[in-house]
């Protein structure tokens, strides 16, 4: 499901893993490159993976940390309530 840009921001900078402006400037590039598509609410704006961005992942999956795919995995299971609760209004 897609998620917001806080929501999407709120995971990086909670594990310290790096500052709001890289956060930011990361999704643009995401974005341009075709790996996430952005969808533009009233005051909000929507990521979702692409096709693309999903078979990118693909290729990374075994090269992930196992930490930060636990950090991944815990942020997912204590906000995924939430998250999907956001997203539906």
């Known amino acids: 499901f897609p998620l917001s840009n806080t ?22 590039d995401l974005v341009d490159a075709n790996l996430i598509h952005a969808e533009s ?8 993976l692409t096709s693309a961005g999903k078979e990118t992942l693909g290729f990374f999956k075994d090269k992930l940390n196992d930490g930060i795919e636990n950090d991944v995995q815990g942020f997912f299971e204590k906000n995924k309530l939430e998250f999907r609760q956001e997203n539906s209004i």
Do not use: K, W
């Not at 609410?41 to 979702?48: A, C, E, G, L, V």
């Open 41 to 48: 609410t009233h005051s909000n704006t929507q990521y979702s």
């Open 7 to 28: 929501q999407s921001s709120n995971f990086f900078l909670e594990q310290e893993y790096t500052d709001y402006f890289r956060v930011q400037e990361v999704i643009g």
